[in-house]
């Protein structure tokens, strides 16, 4: 029998194990370095995957991404001082923590407790791990936390990139830093306090549209038909406002029917409410003779449409 090896191939493969091995110990570094700034917090799972890791972190106190980017500078400090690392196996979890007391290990997912495999870094993080990593810290590279979140209340995701994942990312985000500072016509050092002071400016527009949403709906005039309808067709409107106040609306101004369409830059938003009018048959027809699509509960009807000018027909017709 006669085997065929393939060069292309086992570099491949060597070159993923290299990077697993990398991304292990990126990880271990990060995670280590957290778990001793946040005080009764533990590792439970980390998830590996395709471009970045995962680290779920049980904890009494919030874990912020302050804290994640404190441990994130110290890790990427053991990456340069390249520290040795090591493996040792003991007989038992109690053997191992005896000789290593701050040892890190979730005891429910040890497969082998008879044979517990400790990854020694430089003599300061010691971790209960079956995966393989590289000898020498300094292999790592890099190590770039990209986002920290709650799960639920005590659970954490910390998000995360070790090795020439995490070198291309600071090539893409310093790109995109670069591209922001030029549109913003600021340093990449006054980046914050410039998109601070667009905040603030979309902030007061947003009051502004939603006085403008209410003004239009409280003065834009009202119809009598076959009910008593409002029809609006306004750009730019406050959609998400204009539906909180919408029943207050009809009630203080004795409508039937309400009906909405504002363009918001990207496409024309529909608005339809009702009260004490059934509107089923009229929202059956919408997409029908005005295109678009939405949907909704009885008695409202939201989504787009792409002929205005149909729509607007169809509703003069139907309720006029």
Same mark, same amino acid.
């Given at each position: ?16 194990? #290299? ?84 040892? #890190? ?30 000898? *020498? ?65 979309? *902030? ?43 029943? *207050?609306?009809? #009630?203080? #101004? ?13 496409? *024309? ?6 009260r004490g009018v059934d509107i089923e048959e009229f929202k059956s027809r919408i997409m029908e003779v005005a295109g678009g699509s939405g949907g909704g509960r009885p008695g409202m009807y939201m989504g787009y449409v792409e002929d205005v000018d149909g729509f607007a027909s169809y509703f003069r017709e139907y309720f006029g």
């Open positions: 029998m006669y085997i065929t090896f393939y060069p292309e191939l086992l570099y491949s493969i060597n070159m993923e194990i #290299r990077e697993f091995s990398v991304r292990h110990t990126g990880e271990h570094l990060l995670i280590g370095s957290l778990v001793r700034r946040v005080p009764g917090s533990r590792v439970v799972r980390v998830v590996h995957e395709e471009h970045v890791d995962k680290a779920f972190i049980e904890s009494r106190e919030a874990v912020s991404w302050e804290v994640v980017l404190e441990a994130a500078r110290e890790a990427n400090q053991r990456v340069k001082e390249g520290h040795i690392v090591s493996i040792e196996y003991f007989d038992s979890l109690e053997e191992a923590k005896k000789r290593y007391p701050s040892l #890190r290990a979730y005891e429910e997912r040890l497969e082998d407790k008879t044979r517990i495999r400790v990854v020694n870094i430089g003599g300061f993080d010691f971790s209960a791990c079956k995966n393989p990593h590289v000898e *020498n810290t300094s292999s790592v590279g890099l190590i770039v936390p990209l986002r920290v979140s709650s799960v639920r209340k005590g659970l954490y995701e910390v998000v995360f990139i070790s090795g020439s994942e995490a070198v291309e990312r600071v090539l893409k985000d310093t790109d995109i830093l670069y591209r922001i500072s030029r549109l913003l016509g600021c340093s990449r050092e006054d980046i914050m306090k410039r998109v601070n002071n667009v905040v603030e400016e979309l *902030n007061l527009m947003d009051e502004l549209r939603k006085e403008y949403t209410r003004y239009v709906l409280y003065h834009h005039p009202v119809h009598e038909g076959r009910v008593r309808y409002l029809f609006v067709n306004v750009r730019l409107l406050d959609m998400k406002h204009l539906m909180s106040i919408a029943s *207050n609306v009809m #009630r203080e #101004r004795g409508i039937d029917v309400l009906a909405v369409v504002s363009w918001d830059g990207d496409k *024309n938003s529909i608005f339809i409410a009702s």
